[in-house]
């Protein structure tokens, strides 16, 4: 368990002062806490005595005022510091957590689900600050009260404090053996609420396919099966609890049922006064919540263990695409080239890029087009370096982009996917994105070469209307248009643009890429797309074909190849639009 605590250790040395000022209340409050049954023995003693007067027990009684008062503040303040200090943690662990993620490679996303990554970032964070704050509180005060309290019960009565606490190592016992089931059963129930989270967020993501497709039983069957089996486990969990709490109590009643009959005959027997009956029966008391505060502290510092070890599996994964210790300096963006291309996706049984080669010089524009599943979006990650190439296969002016800082080289690249994803900000915002100090006339450039701005008018708010999540209120086609103007407004050496007018009509499509192509102009551009229209300008075009480069040449040296896959492509489209 140690072993998972240790990501913490570099942020509790960080709050060392305030977790050190937060003991020193808590180890306060609870001396003072062991103060208040002294002075109740004082003051039965008196009254049994028959000689009390009421000064001396309003004297008493104003002793306990104070130090009740006392310690009141005392708990104020060890809260404040060691509670403080643990949200911090949970805090910077998050945006540690965070900004890990956001350098791991698609490989890591491809193997993780997005609700069970959330859960990790949530719910086991939370989990990580009780052990943080909590959890370090009760292991603290339990092991500070049982010490003190054991040291005053044997001072006052050895006989009568050895048999009061017989029963009390078998609660030690039970702290072992329920700990570790513990920590296997809540590391299933953290798993658990992961499966439920991933089922919840992609139901809400793809609702309007669920509701086009009639399927919302199916998925609140699958919703009901998951919170079933998240019930499940906490249910499991909470047996462990049904059993390890009562057992203490039983425990605990045992040995009070001693101390009555033990004292009681010390008493009579005139080896113990009443009050220190009374005081030995109020330790007793006090000595419970620390033998209970054992079992609170194993179940937290169990769970946070069980939550630690799932955040450690996010922070020591690596990514597989990492910029070099010594990048190479990015003096020039041309020529982009691909030398004997091949690349194979992991656990894929064939290559989806077979020795591909091409060079695109500076102020060109290459235009790439096959069928589905021929390798043109696989080329186009490889660029940014968004799945790795192999070495020595892809170079931007003369330089592997292996060898450049990944952050120049993307920088380099302004790119559109095929997958148009807007944030759930505005337009405005999300044009900006790529161009923070985007001025409002650049933002204006850049919304009418992608076409937008003649749909700003229809919009509640023009280009601050918030687009919602994923972009959920606008069309496919103007989804598209913001994400062009996004990388417009980048204003990157090469622009890449992944099939990412396929949701606009033939005839905006071609009045678009003519604003981008003017607007490019002595600049280089690279685009995909199913439709030979979109290309014909291009001056040089890619045909794959099977993840092999098949064709390549001019619009018009392809189109005289009868018999080649752009021709054919041309042909059907022809036919098609003809039909139309």
Known sequence: MLKEYRTLFPYMKKYASKY????????????????????????????????????????????ILVIAASISAGRYFWRLFIHGSSRRIEAELRERLFAHLLGLSGTFFRKNKTGDLMARATNDMGAVRQAAGMGLVAFVDGAFMSTAILAVMFARNPRVALLTVTPLPAITVLIVLFGMSIKKRFRAVQEAYGKLSELVQETLSGIRVIQGFVQERFFGEQFARANEAYKGENMRLVVIFGLFFPLINFLAGLSLAILIFAGGNSVLSGRMSPGELVETASYLEMLIWPMLGAGFTVNILQRGAASLKRINEILDAESDILSPAEPAALADAYPLEARNLSFRYPQANRDALRDVSFTLERGKTLGIIGRTGSGKSTLLKLLPRLEDPPPRTVFLGGTDIRDLDLAALRRALGFVPQETFLFSDSIRANVAYGNPRLDDGRLRAAEEISAIDRDLAAFPAGEDTVVGERGLTLSGGQKQRVSIARAIAADSEILVLDDSLSAVDAETEERILERVMRERAGRTTVIVSHRVSALRNADKILVLEDGGLVQSGTHEELMAQADGIYAEIARLQAYESGRA
């Not at 000022?21 to 103060?35: F, N």
């Open 20 to 63: 050190s000022a937060g003991l020193v209340c808590l180890v306060l409050v609870d001396a003072m806490q062991l103060l208040l049954p002294q002075l109740v023995r004082r003051a039965v003693d008196s009254i049994a005595s028959g000689t009390f007067r009421i000064p001396g027990i309003l004297l008493i009684a104003l002793q």
